[in-house]
């Protein structure tokens, strides 16, 4: 019994390293080959959707898709308490003066689906309706209370039903019973969507993959689209189709190679849902920007992409400012030819002026190089910048793009309704006093419901809990009381001074899951 079980444990490992193998040819294949087939439009864009609770607004939820002017919706997400229904009602009108097309809030349990409502009514009283998106985790019941009223539920397939236990195998059998509770579970949820005329995003983040699928995929690209792929079936036995899919990672090329992938899977099935865009963990400042000019605005060059957030560790509304100077960069970029590549070195000229979309651009045009060739060295002109801009500019996607270390990778999500310290204070903190550690990554989280599972892959991090405490992580391990931070970055540095000790414990920053 127990070398059946040795084998077929075996056997089932050698057939995934084999699926996986194959798997990886033809990623590579497919991305030497155009990509983007405009002919294939997103299914349900036939019918434009209005924001729900004002039958005066007339605001399209996501217009067709246009292959000679692309509209792409822009979104941004709440960092106040959900609870807090005035500050969140404030925080969405500045979005929406920012330009915002869709705002994100976090519904963490059942007490703030009523405040998530009492914000909308408040939002159309206001006459500022703007469709809202209810990010739900790990409660089903949560995402079918709120698709009553909001026009966009998020849901994460890593935690819908499924646990995120990695250490657990599972047999073809309980592989298929996990997917199918998935799918029993979905039925109310897709009815209600029915009903009320509410999109689904399947959110799909390499963080918070489910252990079921990293057992058969690993956590790399195919398993987030697995992952996606199981809601496209969901989805269709149900016969509904209002469905956007996204697939974030704080690694940009996983990012970009899996949301290419998924659409080239789709492209073969012969329909193409919407995709909603991100690099998650961007950061902030240069970085933050830079990381998601690479991965949006590489696939926005491809054509890829409906709805996108640059999701920064700043206030929501610079996310809108950024996201609008990226649109109008990637139409430059596009239209103009500002790049070479020659020798594997990647030349850039694109002649901005204004600093945020030179960045944008450059951005885009690195992440599309990034896709398909084997960079060695960047180099970055433009005689309206001085060189040291020039030089930050060229360290920071030398950096992103894994070709050359400077400073030390520190990634961070941009915090929301959960967060209950201020991310941003310590986040500026642990760049400066951190910074020089360039074979290291660093993560400084949110909170600690999906804080662990989205830093999982840094060598050390910061993520906070209740009442403005924060605990020290090394790895997946809380190696810390939750503390203050003034006493946390105490302990981050004693732990990092201790680890540099040792003789061969830090990592090369590089992607470990
Ligand atoms: S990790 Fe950050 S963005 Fe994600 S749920 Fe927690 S606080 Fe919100």
Known sequence: ???????????????????????????????????????LKPLFF?????????????????????????????????NTDTNDVEATVRQIMELIDAGADLVRVTVPGVKEVEAIHKIKKNLVEKNKNIPLVADVHFLPEVAEKTAYFVEKVRINPGNFTDKRDYSVSFTENEYQQGFEAMMLCAKSLIDICKKNNTIIRIGVNQGSLCGRIIS???NTA?????????????AE??????????????????MMEANLLLYQKMVEMGRVYPFHLGVTEAANEMEGRVKSAIGIGALMLKGLGNT?????TEDPVHEIVFSKLLVTAIQEVNKNKYDSFSNSVLHIHYPEINKEKWWAGVGALVGKWWLTENIKDIKIENQHFAIDEIEKLQNCVLQICHIKKTHTEIIACPSCGRTQYDIQALLKVVKQRFANYPHLKIAVMGCVVNGPGEMADADFGIIGSANEKVAVYKGKERVSDFVSVSEALEILQSIINHSLSLPSVLTDGNDKR
């Open 46 to 78: 036939k019918t434009p959707l209005v924001a729900k609770g004002n039958p005066q607004s007339k605001l399209p939820l996501f217009p067709y898709f246009s292959t000679s002017s692309p509209r792409y919706l822009l979104q941004s997400m709440t």
């Open 308 to 312: 996108f957030r640059v999701s920064l």
């Open 216 to 218: 058969r995929y690993g």
């Open 237 to 254: 036995k149900y016969d509904f189709h209002k469905i956007v899919f996204s697939i974030k990672s704080s690694h940009v090329k996983t």
């Open 1 to 39: 019994m127990i070398e059946n079980k040795g084998i077929r444990v075996m056997l089932h490992r050698i057939s995934h390293v084999l699926l996986r193998g194959l798997q990886k040819i033809r990623v590579t294949l497919f991305f030497k080959v155009p990509l983007i087939n405009h002919t």
């Open 222 to 234: 195919e398993a987030l689209v697995e992952s996606a792929l199981e809601w496209i079936k969901i």
